[in-house]
C-alpha cells in the first residue's frame, strides 16, 4: 500500500513527507522492530520467569487465513504479574493437534521455556488432547536426547 498511487497522494494532499518510501523498507523496518521485541521477551523470560503458564487459541479469519495466538502468563520474583503475546502465526495446514504441537513447540524453544512449563490452556477444541499429546512426546524426546548428552559426556 505505501507505493500506491492513493496512497502517496494522501501524504503529497497534506503537505507531509511519506516517512516510509518503499515496501522493501517497510518490511525491513517492522522485521528488525519484531526481532528486537522478541528478543526482549525472550530475555525477560529468562530473568523474571520460573514457571510459565500459556493460554492459547485458534480462529480462522474472514480470508480464510488459520491464526494461532499464544499468552504467556507468569509471576515475576517481585510478584508482578505478567501476560505477553508469545506468538500469533499463521499455520500452514490443517488445524490438526500434531501440526499445533509443531507450532508450539518451535515456539516453545525458540524463548527456551520448555523446563518452565507450568499449564496449557485452551478452549474445548478436538484438537487439544492430540496437541497436548503430540507436544509431550516431542518434549519427552528433547529431554531424553538431553539426558542421554549429559550421560555420555566424561
Known sequence: MVEHPAFQGIFDAADVELP?????????????RFSDSRNG????????????????DV?????????????????TPEFNKREVVLD?????????????????????HELDIAPKLLTITGDNAGNNGTLCDALY?????????????????P
Open 59 to 75: 480462529w480462522t479469519s474472514e480470508h480464510q487465513l488459520a491464526i494461532f495466538g499464544v499468552i504467556g502468563h507468569w509471576i
Open 20 to 32: 516510509v518510501k518503499g515496501a522493501d523498507t517497510l518490511y525491513n523496518r517492522i522485521k528488525a
Open 88 to 108: 500469533f502465526m499463521e499455520i500452514e495446514g490443517a488445524h490438526s493437534g500434531e501440526n499445533l504441537a509443531d507450532s508450539l513447540l518451535t515456539m516453545i
Open 137 to 153: 512426546t516431542e518434549l519427552l524426546k528433547t529431554l531424553m536426547m538431553r539426558t542421554t548428552c549429559f550421560a555420555s559426556s
Open 41 to 56: 521477551v525472550k530475555q525477560e523470560l529468562a530473568q523474571s520467569c520460573h514457571s510459565v503458564a500459556l493460554s492459547l
